[in-house]
C-alpha cells in the first residue's frame, strides 16, 4: 500500500529537483531533500592540495602559498587574525549555488538539513586530519570547548524569508556533530547586499554591524564554529570574528556550505 500511495503521489504532486527542475521519483529525495541524485553527484569539492587555513586549492597561481613559513594563502591573507580557519562542504558551482539559492532565496527550508550533515562532513574530516574531537557531547578542539552559532541577519531579512538560512544550517551542524548551538551574535546594522562589492568595499560594508547577543555570556576559552551558507572574500566572517575574540572566544572556525572562488578555480575540472 506504501509503495502504490508513493506512485500515486508522484503522479498527482509531482517533485522537481530544486537544482535541475527535472521530476523526481520520490523515494529518490533522501534526507527529505528534493535534489536528485544526478545533482547530488555533481557536487564539487575543492581539490587537494588546500590551503590549511581556508581550505582554498592551491597550486593555482592565485592562492598558493608565499613561502613555506606560512599557513595562509593569497585568499585568505586579507582576513582578519581573528579568524583561525575556514571549512566548505563543496565549491560554489552548479548545481551547490542553485541549493544556496533555493534555502536562502525560495524558501526551501527543506534543503537545511542536507546541507548541515554535509558541512559537519567536512569539519569532521578536518577534526580527523587534526586528531581533535567534532561529533561528541562538549567536544574538545585543543582542550577548549566548543559552541556552534549562526552568522546573524537583521531582522526585517529574517522577517522577509521566514527564517535566517545560516541559523538552520547551524541546528543541523550543531545536531550532527553533537555540540552546543549558542546566539553569539547579532546583527545591528541592515547594510547594503556584498554580492557586488569588490573585496575592500566588503570589508567597509561590513564593519561595526555585529554586537553581542543579549544571551552571549561568558565565552572565555571557548572555541567557536561559525556557521553561514557561503564564503566569498570572507569579510564578513572576519568582523564576526574579530567581535567574538574580543569577547573571549579562544579561536574561530568558519563553516559553510557553499565557497567561492575566483574565475580560475571554478573552471577547473
Known amino acids: 500500500m506504501g509503495t502504490a500511495v508513493a506512485r500515486a503521489l508522484d503522479l498527482l504532486l509531482p517533485a522537481g529537483c530544486v537544482s535541475c527542475r527535472i521530476w523526481m521519483p520520490r ?14 553527484s555533481r557536487l564539487r569539492m575543492a581539490s587537494w592540495p588546500r590551503c590549511t587555513r581556508c581550505d582554498a586549492p592551491l597550486g593555482t597561481g ?27 562542504a563543496f565549491l560554489l558551482t552548479t548545481p551547490a549555488s ?15 538539513g542536507f546541507m548541515a550533515g554535509r558541512m559537519a562532513g567536512a569539519l569532521r574530516d578536518t577534526a580527523n586530519r587534526a586528531s581533535t574531537v567534532w561529533d561528541q557531547p562538549g ?17 526585517t531579512r529574517e522577517r522577509r ?12 551542524v550543531a545536531s550532527e556533530l553533537g555540540l ?3 546566539p553569539l551574535l547579532i546583527r545591528t546594522l541592515d547594510r547594503r547586499s556584498q554580492i557586488k562589492l569588490e573585496p575592500s568595499q566588503r570589508r567597509a560594508n561590513v564593519s561595526g ?34 567581535l567574538l ?21 571554478s573552471s577547473l575540472p
Open 27 to 40: 523515494s529518490e529525495a533522501r534526507d527529505d531533500a528534493p535534489i536528485c541524485a544526478r545533482c547530488r
Open 62 to 88: 592565485i592562492a598558493r602559498l608565499s613561502d613555506a613559513e606560512r599557513s595562509d594563502c593569497h585568499e585568505c591573507r586579507p582576513w582578519s587574525t581573528a579568524l583561525s580557519t575556514a571549512r566548505s
Open 98 to 112: 542553485d541549493l544556496v539559492h533555493a534555502l536562502k532565496y525560495e524558501g526551501w527550508s527543506e534543503l537545511a
Open 139 to 155: 567536544g574538545v578542539c585543543d582542550a577548549q570547548t566548543i559552541v556552534v552559532t549562526p552568522m546573524p541577519t537583521t531582522p
Open 161 to 172: 524569508r521566514g527564517y535566517n538560512q545560516a541559523g538552520l544550517l547551524a541546528e543541523g
Open 180 to 182: 552546543p548551538l549558542k
Open 209 to 242: 554591524v555585529f554586537a553581542p547577543h543579549p544571551a552571549m555570556g561568558v565565552i572565555s576559552g571557548t572555541s567557536v564554529v561559525l556557521v553561514d551558507d557561503v564564503l566569498t572574500t570572507g569579510a564578513t566572517a572576519s568582523e564576526a570574528a574579530t
Open 245 to 265: 575574540i574580543g569577547q573571549g572566544a579562544s579561536s574561530v572556525h568558519l563553516a559553510t556550505f557553499g565557497r567561492a572562488l575566483p574565475e580560475p578555480f
